[in-house]
């Protein structure tokens, strides 16, 4: 489980297919308590560290995405250089900052408009029809892996604000029109939606 709260900016520093296809990512983590076996929210999805080092004084670890999870998901896109919002595991006793997040992407919407919105910066997704139900104003939703709130609902478009502090320190800051995201909706709002249909 994780919070939608990152903790470091990564970057794909390899990509390779073995089999599944693995990627190195560089990160500021302390890797002597980062465990092989461990999972890393990468953007979004929840990953398993397979492998970690350090290579002239660069911090990296490795993990591997399936087939299913580079359809389903922006894992595909990544490249060499690609940088990624990353979370650890939360541990109990943990702040939970953001909102329950559990690093299962549901689908991947489309930035439509990112504009300056006073000091914010305002950004409208298109959602995939099914998951666009499960997205309501003032409700959470998890997108790249940040958790945010969502500020109004209009058919299967929705919009946000980010902080300068979240532009700064997570992907959000760099998206553009066209890109696509990983959402995950609110499992509260999943369980309601499945108790209204019951």
Not at 96 to 123: A, N
Not at 148 to 173: D, Q, S, W, Y
């Amino acid at each position: 489980m994780f919070t939608g709260i990152v903790t470091d900016m990564g970057r794909v520093r390899a990509v390779s297919r073995p089999g599944d296809t693995r990627f190195e990512i560089a990160t500021a983590y302390d890797i002597a308590s980062l465990s092989i076996g461990a999972s890393v929210a990468c953007s979004g999805p929840c990953l398993t560290v397979v492998a970690k080092g350090e290579d002239k004084g660069e911090r990296w670890f490795a993990v591997e995405a399936s087939a299913e999870t580079l359809s389903k998901t922006t894992a595909g896109q990544w490249r060499v250089g690609t940088l990624l919002n990353l979370e650890r595991a939360l541990k109990v006793g943990d702040e939970l900052g953001g909102h329950i997040v559990s690093g299962h992407v549901d689908g991947t919407g489309q930035v439509i408009s990112v504009r300056p919105e006073g000091g914010s910066i305002r950004l409208v997704f298109e959602a995939p029809d099914a998951l666009a139900r499960y997205i309501a104003p003032k409700g959470s939703i998890a997108i790249e892996g940040v958790s945010l709130t969502v500020n109004e609902v209009e058919g299967a478009r929705f919009g946000v604000n980010i902080i300068p502090h979240t532009a700064k320190m997570t992907t959000l800051g760099s998206l553009t029109p066209g890109m696509a995201v990983n959402l995950e909706i609110d499992v509260l709002a999943r369980y309601v939606a499945r108790l209204q249909a019951a």
